[in-house]
């Protein structure tokens, strides 16, 4: 059996972090385990390329939630990354921090060295912002984040015009001194090609000697003696093969993977593994619990005047783009289909926003078969205006169905299941309404297509967002951070709680999800995970 330092199992938003962080003074051996491939694919270096990932299994894991009550009874489609990179490699590149508030709100429930002032120079250090440095953004770090208000579709600009007439102020940067209002999404690419977690840290990482990387490895099950992790259970070609961690076996797996691993592994709620004939080796009723997501739907209207939909339907107009994108690494390809968005309150007593917002210069009403159709959109020029909620009260579980470690998990979203969470979204599509209705966007509407102006009830809007909602890609604290045993799974050093040479980083250790889009909060998660790791290790 083959001994590393650090066993890290995934190579996701966190997992590639902490693999070149521990790797970096070359003090420390590392392996990382990743059950998915490579990420040298052309549709997951182009930015626009996600819509071709977003149903395919050779590089996503395709989850499907149980059929959901507050979903109207939809089982919802959970795309979670499946190569290097993990989920980074296939999402839609916005980055996002969250609200200052969120991190203070972790520490003062006792994760000490979670706050926000605690976790700016982290966010500093990760970034190499082409707006440059200022007191909130860095400059020279591993992930290039893009400004690309010089590049979006001039619709995006009656967008914003129309949200600043409806009472929301512009807003040059959502990561600096406030989030509140609408403005121009930065994402992470560089040159035209994503900047995912595999291409700023792990691809560095794995030129080193003391860094090995296992693809199409799937961790099994953690090998304890006592109550001590020391190893990691895989399979790979057919074969179960073992490795020994002589410091610690990391997760990084994610908030899907983590907590079914830790399950598998027999760390969860101990009635339900021991019917699963799984030995309990430490009981913890919060591993996969806790689940919270952001959930999205959007708002879609036929346009007077030509959107993306004109040039990136037809044959022409996709050659066009194409070698654009292949000669130059510009144009609309080498962007996120959120082009620009915001943040808003729903309601003045709202302390901090509690709605999101995207502009989509295009529209995807139509359907098309093993994709979803970013790069074949509607016939017709159209636009949508999304929103999602940022701290939805609405909690989950995901829990394993059995002991074999292929078989996915039952996956409970639980969407929309407090009044809270209903009026919010409720009080919030009725603003989409406002902003589309503002003179700057609505001369160049011809029409709402969905959910069309027949839906003016609250009863009628509700059951509408119930229908179209889905999530937006952001499920967190499955294996949550707090003081707490009876009430968590790790602590603010990221240990499982009442366990040896153990820990989880990735997002789902959140405690509570954050106001925005959740990869940059993942990567300073492994930046802030490693951190630890390697004092606890002096």
């Known amino acids: 059996m083959q001994t590393y330092d650090f066993v890290i199992v995934g190579s996701g938003s966190a997992g590639s972090v902490v693999a070149e962080r521990l790797s970096a003074s070359g003090r420390h051996s590392v392996l990382v385990l990743e059950a998915g491939g490579s990420d040298r694919r052309f549709y997951v270096q182009m930015p626009l390329g996600y819509g071709k990932t977003f149903f395919d299994p050779a590089v996503n894991w395709n989850y499907r939630t149980e059929p959901d009550p507050g979903l109207a009874g939809n089982a919802d489609h959970w795309p979670r990354g499946k190569l290097l990179g993990g989920s980074s490699s296939i999402n839609a590149m916005v980055w996002i921090r969250g609200h200052p508030a969120d991190y203070d709100s972790w520490a003062a429930a006792g994760n000490s060295g979670w706050s926000y002032a605690d976790l700016l120079p982290a966010f500093k250090a990760i970034e190499d912002n082409q707006a440059g440095a200022d007191d909130w953004r860095g400059v020279r770090g591993p992930v290039h984040v893009t400004d690309c208000s010089a590049d979006v579709h001039p619709l995006t600009r009656r967008y914003l015009k129309a949200a600043e007439q409806a009472g929301l102020p512009f807003n040059p940067d959502f990561n600096g001194a406030t989030q509140e209002g609408v403005g121009i999404y930065q994402i992470s690419t560089k040159d035209g090609r994503r900047m995912s977690a ?58 899907v993977n983590s907590p079914q691993l830790l399950q598998l592994s027999g760390v969860g709620p101990g009635n339900h593994l021991g019917g699963l004939g799984i030995d309990v080796l430490h009981a913890n009723e919060n591993v996969g619990r806790n689940l919270q997501d952001h959930l999205g739907i959007n708002y879609t209207f036929r346009a007077r005047t030509a959107t993306l939909n004109q040039l990136l ?26 082009n620009a ?26 359907p098309k078969s093993g994709e979803r159709p970013i790069l074949t959109p509607d016939p017709w020029p159209g636009f949508s205006i999304g929103l999602s909620n940022c701290r939805p009260t609405s909690r989950g579980e995901i829990m394993i169905r059995s002991r074999d470690s292929r078989q996915y998990p039952q996956i409970v ?44 009830s609250d009863d009628d809007l509700i059951q509408d967002f119930r229908k179209r909602s889905g999530t937006v890609y952001h499920p967190v604290s499955t294996c949550r951070m707090g003081p707490d045993p009876a009430k968590s799974v790790v602590d603010a050093r990221l240990r499982v709680h009442g366990l040896g040479g153990l820990r989880v980083i990735d997002a789902s250790i959140f405690p509570e999800n954050i106001s925005g889009n959740t990869n940059a909060p993942s990567i300073m998660t492994g930046w802030k995970g490693a951190e630890v790791v390697l004092e606890d290790s002096e």
């Open 198 to 255: 595999a291409r700023a840290f792990l691809r560095p990482a794995m030129k080193r000697t003391n860094v090995r990387v296992e693809m199409n490895a799937l961790a099994t099950r953690i090998l304890f003696e006592g109550k001590r992790a020391v190893g990691v259970e895989y399979e790979q070609g057919g074969r179960t093969q073992t490795v020994r961690a002589g410091r610690e076996v990391i997760v990084s797996a994610g908030s």
């Open 313 to 338: 339907r037809p044959w022409w107009g996709k050659a066009l783009v194409g070698m654009q994108y292949l000669l130059l690494r510009k144009g609309p390809l080498s962007l996120s289909m959120n």
């Open 341 to 366: 968005g915001g943040f808003f309150r729903t309601d003045a007593g709202e302390a901090r926003p509690n709605m999101q917002l995207y502009f989509q210069a295009f529209s995807t009403v139509i």
């Open 413 to 456: 979203a639980n969407a929309y299941a407090t009044d809270h969470d209903v009026a919010e979204m409720l009080a919030a599509v009725k603003f989409v309404r406002r902003i589309a209705a503002q003179p700057a966007l609505a001369e160049f509407i011809e029409e709402e297509i969905l959910p069309g102006p027949s839906v003016t």
